[in-house]
């Protein structure tokens, strides 16, 4: 206990003489406390008092907690024995404390870091390892005495890692580096964002971006007190995540905690509102009365989000701007974990009081995801990227709530969003498909997680979906209509180890906290149930086997496209027959648990059904036998029946039998049955559904007729007859602008418009025409096309017309009031058949000059690939021969990453294979560390290969041999709508 005290002293003193060793080394004008004062670029106005500057040095140093009125201290306890180690660092180097200095020069920064590094004695003479990438590095200084003892040392920069030994032998150093960097494009990083002729420099550290900007260890279990200094900004605002010093302009106050949490915007942007205390609102110039609907959501949220995690915003770290900034950004968007900074890409914040209800959507699950990022992302991060799963399946699964709070009852109020309807379909089923891919990475990895492409493709990958997709079941397993363990584990991560790195462990002990006593009997052992879900890849489907008299039997199998070893699920059982219809919410928590097979006695007669896996809610696909299937597809012909059934679970249905069909389990024939069903739906869950999974038939029988001229070209056109019935009588594709419709009615017709009108269906076609040009003013685009119709209006038209369609488009886009809507002109830019102005349209997107935004340029490839074959062959050339460009103006390897997925969906025919073959394996492929993220991509490629090789040509088949019962309807409707636009005109 004596050497203890100790030893503790003279840890504090030895801070103390550090601290005035480097300060009396330095002019009073000079705010950063390590850096020599020979440069003066990197000079300032005034420092705080010594005496105050000592205490907060060493009470920022201390690892000692303090618990002041609920106030978070913004020291964070550290396990020494496992935190600062990784493949990559030095084993046992602590590098704990940064200052650091950056002078912006144009496109390009000067920088000046002083850290203080410790190790233990065993290995004190060994060489100090730094992450640097994209830096260079002009002097490394080393000193044992402070800053004036300091002395220039030699040192080793490659691959990304900067190294060098000092002098002497210690067990700490000072260390001073001064260095050069670019800013970078995208946000990441220390970048520069551009709007208008205007722009704006952010620094966005997340996930792997601070050894971008300063050398440094930016492992996220390893904590560290930092301070920043920016200068030579040359805006009127700069927000970071903790308040200025006192009597500063641009150093803020030290915060503790893995860098990769810090965050800082400077601009001349301008305070649109101030939805509530202490929440600013801010964008560019010119966005006034646009607010409405983001400025009442962040109300909501905000004060939702203090009650439901128990932990107040303004209290979380001592030291933090008691703000929280939400910006919209024009040019970029990505994900933000930096405190007191939501940056957020405009177009998902800003719309008019009459916009698009997908916009909306969109932007409140957005807003919300952004504002939840600073509880879980920020109090709260991973131990290392390998237990991501949890932060951002609590960020996600919180963000739904909070917009599901907000939108409040949507079976008494028509003008809200079903979110139940949006998470089952756009989280859970896409999650689904996309972990069905052999390549799909599993939540948790067996190892830690360091290299930068890796820790890329883990976050932005099935994780996103998969993960907040397990907390619902979770939330259902284990709780009831009283008690979200979900909520109640969150709340206490928050509360009990704020500011703390997490991982499997520590989720599981806070869910067993209250679990424990509080028990439902359907889960004994949680870290046992979660091991199979979170260690591999795919997931369960259960067979349903009819037994006659006596029930049904289930059994289960591991669901993947591509054979994997079977493994046991303990599966959540929820049902509902056609004898009771009993889909209400209560019934979405299960009735049992079924490990391996289970029995579930019932008595059903000729006619009827069950139904398992109530609303969606399950992480689980569901097969049944023959006979179910047939009673099945009775039912939903049925319209009086059909409406008994549950839209989740008629969607479900669709999702479910197209997914086990395409893995060759189930004969297309009755997944067909389903699908035909539709001709009587209006539902956006189940349409949402069916466009998900027929948009991979249609591309690859469209590029199958294309190829040979002997096949029907209006193969999947025959299907599109034969379903969209409902839609056209109840909704039309010409809707009353003047009658007010519910919200989800106009998703709905969207949707569906938009499938319709790519497969050419004709009514579809004659309604776009009809709507298309303004009715006093044929040489201009109509201003009162219903927002959520446009995309497939404006696509329509660009693919059906020629340059003067184009031409009108662009006109409407110089005075198009709001970007989403600029970006839906874009997209639909992108539907153009015309080759040589679509080579032109791409090449636009990475020129020097480029006339369109980084995130508008992403949004343009990806809707050049998705409209056909000989479009997705163009932008193949584009990235295959520009890649380097690519990444650059796109904003850098995760953008690249997401085209590259983005045009593999789009991959069909035996040439596109391969050209894409060649590219990814060549050695002068230009990818760089996005090669991983390539050779992923060319799996679900061959995946798809393989399905058009075996089942293909029975699909084209079936429908061939199947007539269209409905085709005089639809000559009818277009008959009909080539009557009404003739009168129009």
Request: aromatic share 10%; hydrophobic share 40%.
């Amino acid at each position: 206990m004596v050497r203890s005290r100790i030893k503790w002293k003279c840890v504090i003193i030895s801070y103390i003489l550090l601290f005035n060793v480097f300060t009396k080394s330095l002019p009073l004008d000079l705010q950063i406390f390590s850096l020599p004062a020979t440069d003066p670029v990197l000079r300032t106005s005034v420092v705080p008092s010594l005496h105050t500057a000592v205490e907060e040095l060493v009470e920022t140093f201390s690892e000692a907690t303090i618990d002041s009125k609920n106030v978070t201290s913004q020291r964070v306890s550290v396990n020494e024995n496992k935190k600062g180690v990784s493949k990559h660092a030095r084993p046992d180097q602590r590098t704990k404390q940064y200052a650091v200095e950056i002078t912006i020069d144009g496109n390009a920064f000067k920088g000046r870091v002083a850290l203080v590094v410790n190790f233990n004695y065993s290995i004190y003479n060994d060489a100090i390892v730094l992450y640097a990438e994209d830096l260079t590095i002009d002097t490394v200084k080393v000193g044992i005495h402070g800053a004036a003892q300091a002395v220039e040392v030699d040192f080793v920069h490659d691959n990304g890692k900067l190294e060098f030994k000092p002098k002497d032998e210690a067990s700490s150093f000072e260390v001073i580096i001064v260095y050069r960097g670019k800013l970078m494009t995208g946000a990441r990083g220390l970048f520069k964002g551009r709007y208008d002729e205007h722009t704006y420099v952010g620094m966005n550290l997340h996930p792997t971006y601070a050894r971008h900007v300063f050398p440094c260890v930016d492992e996220p279990d390893v904590p560290a007190a930092a301070t920043f200094m920016f200068n030579n900004m040359q805006y009127s605002n700069i927000l970071a995540n903790s308040m200025l010093m006192e009597n500063s302009q641009n150093e803020f106050r030290t915060l503790t905690g893995p860098l990769h949490v810090w965050g800082m915007i400077a601009h001349d942007f301008v305070n649109i509102n101030i939805p509530t205390t202490n929440v600013m609102l801010i964008g560019r110039p010119g966005l006034s009365n646009q607010d409405s609907q983001a400025s009442i959501a962040i109300n909501t949220y905000f004060n939702n989000l203090n009650e439901w995690t128990g932990k107040s915003y303004q209290e979380i770290i001592v030291d933090q701007d008691g703000r929280m900034n939400i910006i919209a950004l024009p040019d970029v968007s990505t994900d933000w974990n930096s405190l007191s900074i939501v940056g957020i890409w405009e177009p998902y914040v800003f719309m008019e009081a009459t916009h698009s209800i997908k916009q909306r959507k969109t932007a409140l699950i957005k807003i919300a995801e952004g504002m939840c990022s600073q509880y879980f992302g920020y109090v709260i991060f991973p131990e290392n990227w390998r237990f991501q799963w949890v932060v951002s399946g609590l960020s996600t699964y919180m963000a739904y709530e909070m917009m599901r709070m907000f939108q409040g009852d949507v079976s008494t109020d028509v003008n809200q969003i079903d979110v139940n309807a949006i998470f089952v379909t756009e989280v859970i089923q896409e999650a689904l498909l996309q972990d069905a891919y052999s390549s799909a990475a599993v939540l948790q990895p067996g190892e830690n997680i360091d290299d930068q492409d890796a820790i890329r493709g883990h976050i932005n990958g099935v994780l996103k979906y998969k993960a907040p997709a397990l907390m619902r079941m979770m939330r259902l397993v284990l709780g009831d209509e009283d008690t979200d363990f979900i909520q109640i584990a969150a709340s206490a991560l928050l509360n009990r180890a704020p500011l703390q790195p997490v991982n499997s462990v520590s989720f599981i002990s806070a869910l067993n906290s209250e679990f424990l006593g509080n028990n439902n009997g359907n889960v004994e052992n949680i870290e046992e149930y979660l091991e199979p879900w979170l260690f591999n890849n795919g997931y369960p489907l259960i067979r349903v086997d009819l037994r006659p008299g006596i029930g049904v039997f289930l059994s289960q199998e591991r669901f993947g496209f591509a054979s994997q070893q079977h493994i046991n699920y303990n599966i959540p059982i929820t049902y509902t027959t056609s004898r009771e219809f009993n889909f209400d919410a209560s019934r979405t928590y299960p009735v049992e648990m079924m490990d391996n097979s289970l029995s579930v006695p019932m008595t059903l007669d000729e006619e009827d059904f069950v139904l398992f896996n109530i609303q969606g809610q399950g992480y689980y696909r569901v097969n049944y036998d023959d006979a179910l299937w047939e009673r099945i597809i009775e039912a939903l012909e049925e319209p009086e029946i059909r409406d008994r059934i549950h839209p989740l679970n008629r969607a479900t249905l669709v999702d479910d039998a197209l997914n086990v069909a395409r893995k060759g389990i189930l004969d297309y024939e009755i997944a067909f049955h389903v699908v035909l069903t539709m001709e009587h739906e209006t539902e956006y869950a189940v349409w949402k559904a069916f466009v998900r999974n027929m948009e991979f038939l249609r591309k690859r029988l469209v590029a199958l007729v294309d190829d040979d001229e002997d096949l029907d070209p209006d193969i999947y056109l025959r299907m599109v007859r034969r379903t969209v019935g409902g839609v056209e009588r109840e909704l039309a594709f010409n809707p009353d602008v003047t009658l007010t419709e519910p919200v989800m009615s106009s998703l709905t017709r969207g949707l569906v418009m938009d499938h319709a009108c790519r497969a050419r269906y004709q009514p579809c076609i004659a309604a776009a025409v009809d709507w298309f040009y303004d009715p006093n003013n044929n040489d201009v685009v109509n201003p009162n096309i219903p927002h959520d119709i446009r995309p497939a209006v404006y696509c329509t038209m660009v693919r059906e017309g020629g340059e003067e369609v184009r031409d009108a488009l662009f006109d409407r886009l110089e005075i198009e009031p709001t970007h989403y809507e600029r970006v839906v002109i874009l997209e639909s830019l992108g539907c153009s058949q015309d080759s040589g102005f679509i080579q032109g349209y791409l090449a636009d997107t990475v020129n020097a000059n480029s006339p369109y935004l980084a995130e508008e340029r992403v949004k343009i490839f990806r809707a050049v690939a998705e409209s056909s074959q000989s479009n997705a062959l163009l932008a193949y050339q584009l990235i295959s021969t520009r890649t380097a460009d690519v990444r650059r103006m796109y904003g850098g390897p995760e953008k690249l990453e997401e085209v590259i997925f983005a045009l593999a969906d789009n991959v069909v025919g035996e040439d596109f294979i391969r050209f894409f073959r060649e590219w990814v394996n060549s050695n002068s492929n230009q990818l760089d560390d996005s090669e991983g993220a390539a050779l992923r991509a060319f799996e679900q490629v061959l995946q798809n290969e393989q399905w058009e090789n075996n089942q293909m040509m029975d699909v084209y088949e079936w429908i061939d041999e199947n007539h269209a019962p409905t085709l005089m309807l639809s000559f009818t409707a277009l008959l009909v709508s080539l009557v009404v636009a003739f009168l129009n005109n």
